[in-house]
């Protein structure tokens, strides 16, 4: 059929008028993909040509998807797999009677028979499940996770970066075509997920450090608590990568002599005034305000509600450390923002006591953490304006980040002769106070703290290197 109107598999999506092929991608495979629909150009603006060309290109994206949806069907066959081996594995430690147990093992030996004929790879991997001898990879992850959680001993943040490095041991295992269980991760497999699936991925080795370790501590706790062999090695153990050095040359020297290397920094008089006063959100800007006029951490002031904003202080109810629960006066310079964001614009009347301060942003899931989100829109402001400062072109972080602005406050109350023990109680750090502030006095001084509070100035939007 060439008919002038016939257009299936066919799309213009440039302004230049040349066709390109089109398939819709299969809903299973748009997440593999990305995509919802594959595009391909035909090198042609001419109709007919267009037409007569679509077959052959139709034909190889379709292809090309079927060739992805291989792996991935018997990915999602080999899931169910190990679903039913669990479940099984349940039914048989649950079975009271001989002859139930009889009944059971009958029809398992009949599946593995069946499984054998088309996998003996998937046949053994479900009878090991079954049989207890083999364990699911995240089977156990979050009774780890929960046990750590009641011992208080692990950071919120590590739990995180441990459900992360478990995803990328499970991800890599399926690209490598390796059985998805503990027992099959062996010190050469742990050897070739660190140099094939991160190594050769040009991951950071301070980062590939930090996710041995971590699936090294949980590979400990399953062989503590009788998961694996107590005298089984630890597959994990010597695979950290060699200690980076960082050099020093003398572009690595401030003006000071002192050595720059990859510490962070605070902003300086000239980048706090782009930032603060440049194109950003309302969200955006409120919150660099707050940061830079109080020394508050970007979470802090996402988790402030109505009732944590009144009476002149910020009255900080979660925080990082002990320490960091404090009240901290709230700067002349903040009025406007405080007011506008614990009333409402149409009434006039305060808002609820539990409302944040900040109600857009979402939780995180994993913490409560708010955030998350805004931290990532705010590095995207950054340097969309020019504030940057990476050690070298190839550095994974700058030196410079949202909080900065907590490290500038700091500076600034220094610079304006502020005592160390008062910014350190404004800030909710433990290191600095005196015996006088941190262990006789049980009373906040508050006008002391507003005052160092009310010493930091933000500079104007044309600041040179001394603010006003």
């Known amino acids: 059929m060439g008919w002038t109107g016939d257009k299936r598999y066919l799309t213009q999506p440039r302004r230049d008028g040349t066709w390109y092929a089109v398939v819709e991608v299969p809903r299973g495979l748009r997440d593999a993909l990305g995509k919802r629909r594959l595009l391909r150009s035909l090198k042609t603006t001419d109709l007919s040509a267009a037409q007569a060309a679509r077959w052959k290109v139709v034909a190889e994206l379709r292809e090309e998807m079927d060739a992805l949806a291989a792996p991935k069907k018997h990915e999602d066959e080999r899931q169910a797999l190990i679903s039913e081996a669990l479940e099984v594995r349940q039914e048989l430690r649950e079975a009271h009677t001989r002859s139930r147990v009889e009944m059971i093992e009958e029809g398992l030996g009949a599946r593995i028979d069946r499984l054998r004929d088309r996998s003996p790879d998937d046949a053994a991997v479900y009878a090991d499940i079954v049989a207890g001898k083999a364990d699911p990879l995240d089977t156990h992850l979050e009774r780890y996770l929960t046990t750590r959680r009641a011992a208080k001993d692990f950071a919120q943040r590590s739990e995180a970066d441990c459900r992360t490095a478990m995803a990328d041991l499970t991800a890599w295992m399926k690209e490598a075509r390796r059985p998805l269980t503990v027992q099959a991760v062996t010190s050469r497999t742990a050897g070739e997920f660190r140099d094939l699936g991160m190594v050769a991925k040009g991951i950071n080795p301070r980062t590939i450090n930090k996710k041995l370790s971590l699936l090294s501590v949980f590979w400990k706790w399953m062989s503590k608590v009788g998961i694996l062999d107590h005298d089984a090695p630890n597959p994990w153990s010597g695979k950290q990568l060699p200690r980076v050095r960082d050099w020093r040359d003398s572009q690595d020297v401030d003006e000071n002599g002192q050595s720059r290397g990859s510490k962070p920094r605070p902003y300086t008089d000239q980048e706090v005034a782009k930032l603060v006063h440049g194109p950003a959100t309302r969200d955006l800007k409120d919150l660099m305000w707050i940061a830079a006029l109080s020394g508050m951490r970007l979470e802090e002031i996402g988790q402030l509600r109505v009732r944590d904003c009144v009476d002149g202080l910020f009255d900080i109810r979660r925080a990082k450390t002990k320490a960091g629960v404090r009240k901290v006066p709230i700067h002349a310079a903040l009025a406007d923002i405080i007011r506008d964001r614990t009333t409402s614009a149409k009434t006039g009347e305060s808002l609820p ?116």
Not at 360 to 388: N, Q
Not at 390 to 400: Q, T
Not at 405 to 415: D, L, M, P, Q
Request: with cysteine.
């Open 353 to 468: 006591p539990d409302a944040f301060i900040f109600p857009d942003f979402p939780e995180s899931g994993w913490d409560g953490a708010r955030t998350m989100a805004i931290s990532k829109r705010f590095a995207t402001y950054r340097r969309r304006l020019g504030v940057d400062d990476k050690p070298d072109p190839n550095a994974r972080r700058s030196r410079v980040d949202f909080h900065s602005f907590r490290r500038w406050f700091s500076r600034k109350c220094e610079e304006a002769g502020q005592h160390e023990s008062v910014v350190a109680r404004v800030m909710g750090h433990s290191d600095g106070l005196s015996i006088t502030f941190g262990l006789y006095s049980q009373a906040q001084p508050l006008e002391i703290m507003r005052t160092c509070v009310e010493s930091v100035k933000l500079p104007p939007p044309n600041a040179g290197k001394k603010a006003v």
